[in-house]
């Protein structure tokens, strides 16, 4: 049995998948809270199907782009039940899992693009033909920067719904899908990635330069 997760959003979506399909799965009930809800939430989603951890034949994680902080938890935990189990681990874009579902649910009919919420009043976007391949590197930047490049263009993710304005094409779904992870990994939909996070920017958080010295 496949493990997913994926927190490269606000909220922890975990999925198991059984070799045909997805069989269980669950969303985090708060967001930002990646640290506190990512185990019950796996211990949850085994119960609901009855299966135990030493099922688990590998693990699929979302490795962003997304928060520092959120990708850490996700791309920790997977790490750690990988060599625990001594299970295989696969990553995945996150924006690549959303292009999966959105042609995988017919929503898309030709190229489109995919942008989530990158905070600073930014988005994560990158574009995809009408298959789903994605055709250049994810980048990050202030969404009136891609209205022109995108104009008639289908956005799927939460980057659009946040900035109607500058991105008008926005469609569902908003958020990664561990289900849907898991699909793409188990098919080999989209590029398997090692488990590392893909930062499109510095951490907020950074430590702290040499003293000047006070001449």
Known sequence: MLLTFDTSSPQVSVALHDGSDVIASGVSEQPMKHGEQLMPLVEQVLARAGALRHDLTAVGVGVGPGPFTGLRVGLVTARTLAFVLELPVYGMCSLDVLAVQAVGEG?????????????????????????????????????????????????????????????????????????????????????????????????????????????
Do not use: C, H, N
């Open 107 to 215: 929503l898309v009919a030709g190229p489109f693009a995919v942008a989530t919420d990158a905070r600073r009043r930014e988005v994560y976007l990158a574009r995809y033909d009408a298959d789903g391949v994605r055709i250049a590197d994810p980048v990050v930047d202030r969404p009136a920067e891609f209205t022109e490049a995108l104009a008639g263009v289908p956005v799927v993710g939460e980057g659009a719904s946040l900035y109607p304005e500058a991105l008008p094409g926005g469609i569902a779904p908003l958020r990664p899908d561990a289900g849907w992870l898991a699909r793409a990994v188990a098919e080999e939909l989209a590029e398997l990635r090692d488990p590392e996070p893909l930062y499109l920017r510095r951490p907020d958080a950074v430590a702290p330069g040499a003293r000047k010295q006070v001449s």
